[in-house]
């Protein structure tokens, strides 16, 4: 039996309160695609995020420590520390970035890991990147504090 079940190319299922300052939206991504983490990074640098990029789990558990960004992308296929290994570190750092697996997997077995592993979103790739800018300006432009309740207009 072939199995076609397939995940929306974007969910969002918890938004946390924003913690971190307006004045400067800082989004970590993770992925081991130098070309297409090139790609987003140039895309959000454009729509005035701060943006830094890392290719390996290890060194996204690292940045998110010292950084703190407001957001991570964690793509969950990466040396180094997969990206399910990323998250479980990063939330038990911080329980307030917004952290969403950007991924080309799409089956629905990864998306429900990914909601158990603590991750807030699932994007797969090819990500339409000015969907997933208006969701991070709509998660940022939050009042300080405003988290689940804001969930539904960021869906």
């Known amino acids: ?32 695609d130098l070309e297409a983490t090139r790609a987003i990074c140039l895309a959000l640098e454009d729509a005035a995020f701060t943006v830094r990029a890392v290719h390996t789990g290890l060194d996204a558990v690292s940045l998110a420590r010292k950084w703190r960004p407001g957001v991570i992308l964690l793509d969950l296929m990466m040396p180094l520390g997969d990206g399910w290994e990323a998250a479980e570190a990063i939330r038990a750092i911080d329980l307030s970035m917004l952290l969403i697996a950007h991924t080309s997997r799409t089956d629905p077995e990864d998306l429900t890991r990914a909601q158990r592993t603590g991750f807030n979103g699932y994007f797969v790739k090819p990500t339409e990147l000015d969907g997933m800018i208006a969701i991070l300006q709509d998660y940022f432009s939050m009042r300080e504090g405003e988290g689940d309740h804001a969930s539904a207009r960021l869906r």
């Not at 199995?3 to 004045?23: E, F, G, K, M, N």
């Open 1 to 32: 039996m072939q199995r076609h079940d397939r995940v929306p190319s974007q969910a969002l299922w918890q938004i946390p309160p924003r913690a971190t300052r307006p004045d400067e939206p800082r989004v970590l991504i993770a992925d081991d």
